[in-house]
């Protein structure tokens, strides 16, 4: 009897261990792998995820690379760094952006979205398919107005800090950015 019990409780610490470490799957899962850490925000892979899941398919770019995916995470940061910007300075006429020239910009950076609601008229499209294309492309527009505005209130913030003077790029920063984007440069 004595050998019997000493083995039950290594079965049940075993048992209790296992179940404590794998947290049903939540701690073991991989998504909650903290990749980057925001001033407020813990950013993790399931984050990634998403924001890839999120964007347009002829958008999204192929990972292959931890570099691939450290350059997704930098646009990710950058995106949303210049959205809270936007919000900070949000209703200063520097950084309104008109939606024709939203509207303009998108169009040039995807014609054939444009091609293909003139050609909905010709094809023998239903006023439903026409209008998903329509909503389509104006939920498009309303992205790329956010980030024009977002790139307008980091020129706004660069203006201030440069003629403020409390803005500098150290010879260390000017290596590690060549080195990110060395790649782009041939």
Known sequence: MKTKLPAAIVCSIALAFLMLTSGCGW??????????HMKDKTIRREDIDRYLRALPTEERPHIASRGDLLRVLNQMIDIETKERLAKVYEGRPEIAVPREQAAMVFDSRYPELGQMLQASRNMQMSDAEREFIQVERESRIDRVQKELMGESAVMLRVQEDSAAGTISVSEEEYQREFEYQKDHLK
């Open 27 to 36: 701690l073991a899962d991989p998504g909650r792998i903290t990749v980057a």
